[in-house]
């Protein structure tokens, strides 16, 4: 199931990317493929030729790329199965963007062959339209009340979950809501630029920017706490319950993301119905610094800036801080590859990678990379060996994949700690007042001789 799962993902970011990077074949203020083309070109018979054929190939990659990740039905460790996965995330991120690049520079060869260079105009200020930029932004106020909804959930969280868990939550959701009110703010700031020499058109365009963008970090601030909040209330539910709160986990995250994906169209959408009623299109010559995608340009004082395709916003590497923000970006994707390979080659290669230490006070259990576990002798209700793990299993906070299992589950409606290797059997089962401990041993016969350990510390 994990790897039909996983695979799924993959086929998702495939077709996700191919849909994303045709944008950029479609014309957004006269901008095909990173050029700039003159109005009465963009459906010149080469320059449809060219869109046509960009897309058709990046769907074709994505149909190719998918062949390839079923490489992971091959059955393997799980270490090297999550290194594959992240090899071939790379791999269609890389040649998603080279295909790009490939056809950015057919464009530009393009627009030299036929000499439809355009000559770039000086800057035009629109002091009215600069006085009135945020005059359509919705207010930040919203906010306020997203906070509300944000407390509300984490009160009710700590109050029927204990420990850290809670606290993990609430440091992730107020980061996530965070963020969002930052990208409205990035939004309030961005400057008004005349792309055109009508006056009401600019302030128009601008206007659509500010509303679409500012709505999409509001509605964002209010629909992310839930998406987080919603998996963790399944946990605590009666069990009837878990299926039916799951699938409105999953349509609320598709809804969210077909929902961004609409908003933002419909903005390019307008954007572009404005542009085609301007007599004029002024041209400053952004096109000496956008470069496949990125924006790098040291003379332009903005941070963020909309993108190109008019589906996101870029981060100007032109100066220092947008240099800081993309290692960042990268130094947490390299974190997220290492926390998630890391542990599973310790538990795919080391000799003894899940201990236990019986004393005449304590059971201590332990696993790489997670919490040890302290379980006083005093406090142990019962101990048993069990020929495998209750199938009515769910993880709260840890790793669990095809073979193994560690941290916070649930299991059988109870809250657990698991240290397991499924391929090891038996699993020795401790159960407390509160919580049940299941382990194993990568070798059987140190599982069997904890668990004699453990009933001869109790009689003594």
């Known amino acids: 199931?994990?790897?039909?799962?996983?695979?799924?993902?993959?086929?998702?970011?495939?077709?996700?990317?191919?849909?994303?990077?045709?944008?950029?074949?479609?014309?957004?203020?006269?901008?095909?493929?990173?050029?700039?083309?003159?109005?009465?070109?963009?459906?010149?018979?080469?320059?449809?030729?060219?869109?046509?054929?960009?897309?058709?190939?990046?769907?074709?990659?994505?149909?190719?790329?998918?062949?390839?990740?079923?490489?992971?039905?091959?059955?393997?460790?799980?270490?090297?199965?999550m290194l594959l996965f992240f090899i071939l995330l790379i791999i269609t991120l890389v040649a998603s963007f080279s295909l790009?690049?490939?056809?950015?520079?057919?464009?530009h060869e393009l627009i030299i062959k036929h000499d439809w260079q355009l000559t770039p105009q000086p800057i035009r200020v629109d002091t009215k339209t600069v006085l009135t930029k945020n005059r359509r932004i919705l207010s930040k106020n919203w906010f306020w009340l997203s906070f509300a909804l944000f407390g509300i959930m984490n009160l009710f969280l700590f109050l029927i979950v204990q420990g850290t868990l809670s606290w993990v939550m609430l440091?992730?959701?107020?980061?996530?809501?965070?963020?969002?009110?930052?990208?409205?703010?990035?939004?309030?700031?961005?400057?008004?630029?005349?792309?055109?020499?009508?006056?009401?058109?600019?302030?128009?365009?601008?206007?659509l920017t500010k509303f679409y963008w500012s709505l999409l970090m509001v509605s964002s601030s209010f629909t992310f706490p839930v998406i987080i909040f919603i998996p963790l209330i399944s946990l605590y539910v009666a069990p009837t319950l878990f299926m039916p709160i799951t699938i409105v986990e999953l349509l609320l995250l598709i809804a969210y993301i077909v929902g961004t994906f609409v908003l933002l169209l419909t903005l390019r959408k307008k954007q572009d119905q404005l542009l085609n009623q301007?007599?004029?299109?002024?041209y400053y010559g952004d096109d000496e610094y956008w470069r496949y995608g990125i924006y790098n340009n040291p003379n332009d004082p903005r941070l963020m800036i909309p993108d190109r395709i008019g589906?996101?916003?870029?981060?100007?590497?032109?100066?220092?801080?947008?240099?800081?923000?993309?290692?960042?970006?990268?130094?947490?994707?390299?974190?997220?590859?290492?926390?998630?390979?890391?542990?599973?080659?310790?538990?795919?290669?080391?000799?003894?990678?899940?201990?236990?230490?019986?004393?005449?006070?304590?059971?201590?259990?332990?696993?790489?990379?997670?919490?040890?576990?302290?379980?006083?002798?005093?406090?142990?209700?019962?101990?048993?060996?069990?020929?495998?793990?209750?199938?009515?299993?769910v993880k709260e906070n840890g790793l669990a994949t095809q073979h193994y299992a560690l941290g916070k589950f649930r299991v059988a409606d109870r809250s657990a700690l698991l240290y397991v290797s499924y391929t090891s059997r038996p699993v020795l089962k401790i159960t407390t007042k509160k919580v049940t401990y299941y382990y194993t041993n990568k070798q059987p016969r140190k599982t069997k001789a904890a668990y004699q350990k453990i009933l001869t510390e109790r009689s003594e």
């Open 1 to 81: 199931m994990i790897t039909f799962s996983i695979i799924g993902i993959l086929f998702f970011v495939n077709f996700v990317m191919a849909a994303v990077c045709s944008l950029a074949a479609k014309p957004h203020n006269h901008v095909v493929l990173e050029n700039t083309f003159p109005k009465e070109q963009l459906d010149h018979p080469e320059t449809l030729a060219l869109r046509k054929t960009y897309k058709k190939r990046q769907f074709q990659l994505a149909a190719g790329l998918s062949g390839l990740d079923c490489l992971l039905f091959i059955p393997m460790k799980d270490s090297l199965f």
């Open 100 to 107: 790009q690049i490939r056809y950015i520079r057919k464009a």
């Open 171 to 207: 440091i992730t959701s107020l980061i996530t809501w965070l963020l969002f009110l930052a990208g409205w703010y990035a939004v309030a700031h961005l400057p008004v630029r005349s792309i055109t020499d009508d006056d009401s058109i600019n302030q128009h365009y601008n206007d």
């Open 278 to 282: 301007a007599p004029s299109y002024r």
């Open 311 to 393: 589906m996101n916003l870029s981060i100007n590497l032109g100066k220092p801080v947008g240099k800081i923000l993309v290692a960042l970006i990268g130094i947490i994707m390299l974190f997220a590859m290492l926390i998630s390979i890391v542990p599973l080659y310790i538990l795919d290669y080391h000799p003894d990678p899940l201990t236990d230490r019986v004393t005449d006070q304590a059971v201590v259990l332990d696993g790489p990379m997670t919490q040890k576990s302290t379980i006083p002798l005093a406090d142990i209700t019962k101990v048993n060996l069990i020929a495998q793990m209750p199938q009515q299993t």
